[in-house]
């Protein structure tokens, strides 16, 4: 290589001899290092490598030509990463390094990559250029570089485990680093549950992690009931610590959210405690599935999946095939057929919920005179019902109110203010949503909130201001029976449940309307004692940045697939380390932040578990 490069410096006119033999091109001047050239000109440098001395799994070793320093707000710990292992060390790889004269590790993960020239000829210069042009310069006259982040230091206990404290002690200088490849450091380090509903396989730039010959499943925490003692496990379900599943069109949300919700049907038992008596109890989930696009209601048949692929789900604790324990209810709207989804219970929506959410009835912010002369209707309309032992229609509402001159006159409300009011209640909305099927929503309140159930409530036959109107009348009787200590239907109230809403921004964004402020001031509240009432909310929504900021903020399990840029940079629980990758997922990939849980990636499973055209 020195005759080559000797060669090619002849050539250069724009080179100079300096009478001794040696040329320059630019102040600085190249130096030899492992070999000289007898005749000046520039030398060949390497790396020097001792890979032939490393341990399984290692990598490297800590700088010491560099600063190292663990502070409370940073931290600055480089690693040299060999020749022979610079192919197999990714952004994102978690690494354990050993504490001299103890059994601790520092837990850390790979921050940054980079590359330092070795070579004195730097290539900032026409001398390197003019070498490049004529020959490849190999990668061996660089060093590659790790940045490292500490995220824990593991300590191995009397009992044989793994306890995980802060970073307070500072690696020592060329100190081994090793990838961490075992099942305990790298649940342990990222606190990850052992077991639970599955959630999706660990990894790095998208390619699952390889931990002992398999993929490394990784599990929200979801304690219970134990089986054996009857006493509750320790700990808090993430489901009741409310979740968002975030998604941009075509990167697998819904197949995503439906293997996941599967791992919560498993007949698990939650204490919860009965509202009036204090007695302790004992109920299985409810989940419930707001579902605008008509898709959730095929859980309930099994998927295309060979027998081995089963098997080898289950192997890992993943629950596969339709769920047995699925009703479909279909709520029936005026004029609008029923969606098709085979087995389905119809149902209508009472007008009697009015009673104590007049705000259903208010779509617009109305003048306080307006809303006022509307709240006075009601009531007095109610109280006419309850009277005549007549169950209460919005038809009846409305004829009570145009033909009752005596509630005109006894309400000494303004002509003109009784005129708007009216023309507000003829809204054609309310005449198709209120009322209409066999049963109502409060009929079938027992058979739609049964503990162990997966309650799905297509609305893909409804549109605009029918389907918005019917969604937040169940969404709020399910939560204010849910968060509310009086008039509450007991099934409700003391059944667990997930409450699953696709299309999320569509009903929880920054309100506008009086209706709109109303649920979204309930769920705010549901959000905030979901965890003392056993109530998790589910959002699921391409447009994560629509949802009511102090609801996000409650929502401690955030699941990110792919999302384009400027969603991301409207969302700030969206992980700091991640927010360049997630426009780049693909299908399927995504970034999981759990509850007392380190943010990481996952893979999704390639196939549903249930059916999922």
């Not at 009965?274 to 989940?287: C, D, F, V």
């Not at 309310?430 to 079938?444: C, Q, R």
Request: hydrophobic share 30%.
């Amino acid at each position: 290589m020195t005759e080559d490069i000797d060669d090619l410096l002849n050539e250069d006119p724009t080179l100079e001899d300096d009478g001794d033999g040696s040329t320059a091109a630019t102040d600085e001047s190249p130096s030899g290092s492992d070999e000289s050239s007898t005749t000046g000109g520039v030398p060949e440098t390497s790396v020097p490598s001792a890979d032939g001395d490393l341990a399984e799994g290692e990598i490297g070793h800590v700088l010491a030509s560099e600063e190292i320093m663990i502070g409370r707000d940073e931290y600055n710990v480089n690693a040299f990463v060999t020749t022979t292992e610079r192919d197999e060390v990714r952004v994102g790889d978690y690494v354990q390094i050993p504490y001299p004269n103890s059994n601790d590790e520092l837990f850390a993960v790979t921050d940054k990559l980079r590359y330092e020239p070795y070579t004195d000829l730097d290539d900032k210069s026409d001398t390197h250029n003019h070498i490049s042009r004529h020959q490849d310069l190999d990668e061996s006259e660089f060093v590659l570089v790790a940045s490292l982040d500490p995220i824990a230091i593991l300590s191995p206990t009397q009992d044989g485990n793994l306890d995980r404290g802060i970073v307070n002690r500072i690696p020592k200088p060329n100190t081994p680093v090793s990838l961490s490849r075992d099942d305990e450091y790298l649940r342990t380090g990222l606190s990850i549950p052992d077991e639970g509903p599955f959630c999706g396989y660990l990894s790095v730039g998208g390619e699952e992690m390889i931990i002992d010959d398999d993929k490394f499943p990784y599990y929200l925490s979801n304690p219970g009931i134990d089986p054996e003692t009857g006493e509750p496990e320790p700990g808090e379900p993430a489901i009741f610590r409310h979740s968002l599943v975030a998604g941009s069109t075509g990167k697998g949300k819904t197949h995503f959210t439906k293997n996941l919700l599967r791992q919560f049907v498993d007949g698990q038992r939650y204490p919860i405690e009965h509202h009036e008596s204090g007695e302790q109890l004992q109920g299985r989930l409810n989940t419930v599935i707001i579902d605008p696009e008509n898709e959730y209601w095929q859980m309930g048949e099994d998927p295309e999946l060979d027998e081995e692929t089963k098997q080898k789900l289950r192997r890992q604790g993943i629950k596969v095939g339709g769920i047995s324990d699925l009703e479909v209810f279909v709520p029936s709207v005026g004029n609008v057929p029923n969606p098709g989804t085979g087995t389905q219970q119809p149902f209508g929506i009472p007008f009697e919920l009015v009673r104590s959410r007049p705000q259903l009835l208010m779509p617009y912010q109305p003048r306080e005179t307006i809303r006022s002369a509307l709240e006075m209707a009601l009531d007095s309309y109610f109280d006419a019902a309850d009277a005549d032992g007549k169950a209460p229609t919005y038809s009846d509402f409305r004829s009570y109110v145009q033909t009752s001159e005596e509630l005109q006159d006894d309400s000494e409300i303004a002509s003109q203010t009784w005129s708007a009011m009216i023309r507000r209640i003829k809204d054609p909305t309310f005449e198709n949503v209120f009322d209409h099927g066999m049963s109502s929503l409060t009929d079938l309140a027992n058979d739609m909130f049964r503990g162990g159930q997966v309650t799905v409530i297509p609305t893909s036959h409804l549109r605009g201001a029918k389907e918005h109107l019917t969604v937040l009348s169940i969404l709020s009787y399910i939560i204010e029976n849910k968060i509310d200590d009086h008039h509450v239907v007991d099934q409700i109230k003391n059944t667990p449940m997930l409450v699953a809403v696709d299309e999320a921004h569509n009903y929880f964004s920054s309100p506008e309307s009086l209706r709109e402020q109303y649920i979204v001031r309930r769920a705010r509240e549901a959000v905030k004692q979901g965890r003392k009432d056993k109530l998790g909310l589910m959002m699921i929504t391409q447009n994560p940045e629509d949802i009511d900021d102090d609801i996000l903020k409650q929502i401690n399990t955030n699941i990110f697939l792919g999302l384009r840029e400027e969603v991301i940079e409207k969302v700030p629980s969206i992980p700091r380390g991640f927010k360049r990758d997630i426009p780049k997922f693909r299908k399927g990939q995504a970034v999981v932040k759990a509850p007392d849980v380190e943010a990481v990636e996952v893979v999704g499973l390639p196939d549903c578990v249930t059916k999922h055209d």
